[in-house]
């Protein structure tokens, strides 16, 4: 088992996560894995995210599931935050550019597709 060191943030934030499901196929996996590395995925889509006011983003995978976590400053609006990400430069072909490897509808946007999941449990005081 490994663990992922957590980035420190100098206020509270907030955390957002959601879930995809992948086409069950382990070619169409390696090439989803692949286009998200460091070196393939999209400068635009690194910067957009940003520039919505994102302050972390981690994707985690097991079989065809996908797991994300957002981390936004507390203020942070989320829908306003899609809509607004939803229109920079190349989102839209970001989007379908990864629709072929996604169970989601063709032409459907990053907020349409991913999940937003319930937090059912907590360890914090």
């Given at each position: 088992?490994?663990?992922?060191?957590?980035?420190?943030?100098?206020?509270?934030?907030?955390?957002?996560?959601?879930?995809?499901?992948?086409?069950?196929?382990?070619?169409?996996?390696?090439?989803?894995?692949?286009?998200?590395?460091?070196?393939?995925?999209?400068?635009?889509?690194?910067?957009?995210?940003?520039?919505?006011?994102?302050?972390e983003?981690?994707?985690?995978?097991?079989?065809?599931?996908?797991?994300?976590i957002?981390?936004?400053?507390?203020?942070?609006?989320?829908?306003?935050?899609?809509?607004?990400?939803?229109?920079?430069?190349?989102?839209?072909?970001?989007?379908?550019?990864?629709?072929?490897?996604?169970?989601?509808?063709?032409?459907?946007s990053?907020?349409?597709?991913?999940?937003?999941?319930?937090?059912?449990?907590?360890?914090?005081?």
């Open positions: 088992m490994k663990g992922y060191r957590v980035k420190q943030y100098n206020e509270p934030v907030k955390r957002y996560c959601q879930t995809l499901e992948l086409r069950d196929n382990p070619e169409l996996i390696a090439e989803y894995r692949r286009r998200h590395s460091c070196e393939e995925a999209w400068p635009e889509i690194r910067q957009g995210i940003r520039e919505v006011g994102i302050l983003m981690e994707i985690y995978i097991l079989g065809t599931k996908l797991f994300m957002v981390e936004t400053p507390l203020d942070f609006d989320w829908d306003e935050a899609m809509a607004k990400l939803a229109t920079l430069p190349r989102q839209q072909e970001w989007e379908d550019y990864m629709s072929v490897f996604q169970q989601a509808e063709p032409g459907a990053s907020a349409e597709k991913w999940q937003p999941m319930e937090r059912m449990f907590h360890l914090y005081e």
